[in-house]
């Protein structure tokens, strides 16, 4: 009976989240990609800072390493910074 109840509830409460919405309008259109421009830097910038996290580890590790540690012959990209966040005009 419990196990009913709670799937009846559940059923109604979805039906009610499914109720259509209205089209947004053209500024939250705008502001929705603003925010998505603004979450795809900021996703540039974090990966720049891990790329250059990663290279200070490395080199730490080579210098405390001694000679008998040669780094890995595997060329890897240089770090790119992203620059500041230019908002779309």
């Known amino acids: ?35 998505a421009a603004k979450a795809a ?7 720049y800072q891990l790329c250059k996290a990663r290279e200070k580890v490395a080199a730490h590790y080579f210098k405390n390493q001694g000679k008998g540690n040669k780094p890995s012959s595997v060329a890897t990209p240089p770090c ?9 005009a």
């Open 41 to 47: 830097h900021a996703d540039k910038v974090a990966g």
């Open 80 to 88: 790119a910074d992203p620059g500041a966040y230019k908002p779309a």
């Open 1 to 35: 009976m419990k196990q009913t109840f709670l799937f009846l509830s559940a059923l109604v409460l979805s039906l009610g989240a499914a109720a259509k919405l209205p089209p947004p309008s053209d500024e939250a259109k705008a502001k929705a990609v603003e925010a």
